[in-house]
């Protein structure tokens, strides 16, 4: 079945009843106009939809099928988000450029296996050429597991990863993952603290342990926390580097959070916040400041979280950091406030495209925390109508 055939199909299934009323507009703008107007979970993935099938460049069309894709995911809608992510996949085929379109494949195959389609991502992920995008999309794949409570599957994936440092890397995000949920049993996280120690990374090693710490704290295992944040407070004098200093501490800051331990937070956070200040590379300092920022969120200090994250000045670094905000529960707090600086930043001596590409990852941050109304509001001021479909879609998370 054709792209074009395909979506109509999808669109029935999502809206019984007509998109909009009469309107000299387009189809797929007038959808999209009066969805702002009263915005609802159908209207949403249908205006999106819409704009997908009037879309003329492939490489579009699988970023809004995926953002569709990942919605239906995330609401449990399984065999629609199934549906949708085949026809991402088959669009990202559709390219004509082979490094277009394993970058696209590499970034649909975690979805593909948050919708029960592990094997099938892994066999995609490991057919491209490129090491560090199959490194990558390996690690995608096993962040969708955790989070699906397959974590011992998850582990099997990152032993798939060839690059030992990414490897690393993903091992302490899915540990981040799981002590965001909770979700995990005794021997898994035992499996887990022992991958932890065979890392031979002293800042990677250290973070998963708290993040191992902060899990074991919730799970009322406060002498297994307090065991694992010790592991991790031994390697303070081996750490040099700001930025992982920063991060460093701030997850000892978590560590000590999420113990009860009041002082030991204090002390803790106040040294990641003044080593994060000292980071001046936009990549290193945006990575450190979102970890500072989450231990200070995470602890109340929501005005000294907005304005150690207002430090950040580069429009894209802005962009990241919003993001990888909106990921963790305990920087929720402050994503809008963070929001409102990154709109304030935007102007017209930069592009519409960076523009746009600004506002979608701040509605998209906003969705993902709540904030319906506000996003509703930036997705209004997109000027580029895949944007406005891809935030949408995002956006329907939280609509009924």
Not at 20 to 45: G, I, Y
Not at 90 to 109: F, H, M, N, P, Y
Not at 319 to 347: F, K, M, Y
Request: hydrophobic fraction near 50%; glycine fraction near 6%; aromatic fraction near 2%.
């Amino acid at each position: 079945m054709t792209l074009l055939r395909a979506i109509p199909l999808i669109l029935l299934l999502l809206a019984p009843t007509p998109l909009s009323a009469a309107s000299d507009l387009p189809p797929a703008r007038s959808a999209v106009t009066n969805c702002l107007a009263e915005p609802s979970r159908n209207c949403a993935l249908a205006a999106a939809l819409m704009v997908t099938a009037d879309e003329e460049l492939a490489i579009t069309r699988v970023d809004n099928l995926a953002a569709v894709a990942d919605a239906l995911a995330h609401l449990g809608d399984i065999e629609r988000a199934r549906a949708t992510v085949d026809l991402a996949i088959q669009a990202a085929r559709d390219i004509g450029l082979s490094v277009a379109t394993e970058q696209k494949l590499g970034e649909i195959v975690g979805i593909l296996a948050e919708v029960g389609e592990a094997p099938r991502a892994i066999e995609i992920a490991e057919g491209l050429t490129d090491r560090f995008r199959r490194a990558n999309a390996l690690g995608a794949i096993a962040l969708a597991q955790a989070r699906s409570g397959d974590v011992s599957g998850a582990q099997a994936t990152l032993d798939r990863i060839g690059i030992p440092l990414l490897a690393l890397k993903y091992a302490v995000d899915m540990s981040e993952e799981i002590a965001e949920s909770g979700q995990i049993d005794g021997p898994t996280a035992a499996a887990l603290e022992r991958r932890l120690g065979t890392v031979d990374h002293r800042l990677l090693r250290a973070l998963g342990y708290t993040r191992l710490a902060v899990l074991k704290a919730r799970q009322g295992d406060v002498e297994g926390a307090r065991r694992l944040r010790d592991i991790a407070a031994a390697e303070r004098d081996y750490i040099l580097d700001n930025a992982e200093r920063a991060r460093y501490f701030a997850g000892l800051a978590r560590a000590a959070l999420a113990l009860g331990e009041t002082d030991a937070y204090a002390d803790a956070v106040a040294r990641a916040r003044g080593l994060a200040l000292r980071v001046n590379a936009d990549f290193d300092q945006t990575i450190a400041i979102s970890d500072v920022v989450a231990a200070l969120a995470a602890g109340g200090r929501i005005d000294e979280a907005v304005a150690l994250a207002g430090r950040v000045t580069d429009l894209r670094a802005q962009s990241r950091l919003v993001t990888r905000l909106a990921a963790r529960r305990a920087a929720a707090a402050a994503v809008v406030p963070l929001a409102r600086h990154v709109l304030d930043s935007i102007n017209e001596d930069q592009s519409r495209f960076e523009r746009d590409r600004a506002r979608l990852a701040v509605a998209r941050a906003l969705a993902g925390v709540g904030a319906v109304p506000q996003a509703v509001e930036v997705i209004a001021a997109m000027e580029n109508d895949d944007a406005q479909a891809q935030a949408l879609a995002a956006l329907a998370w939280n609509l009924d």
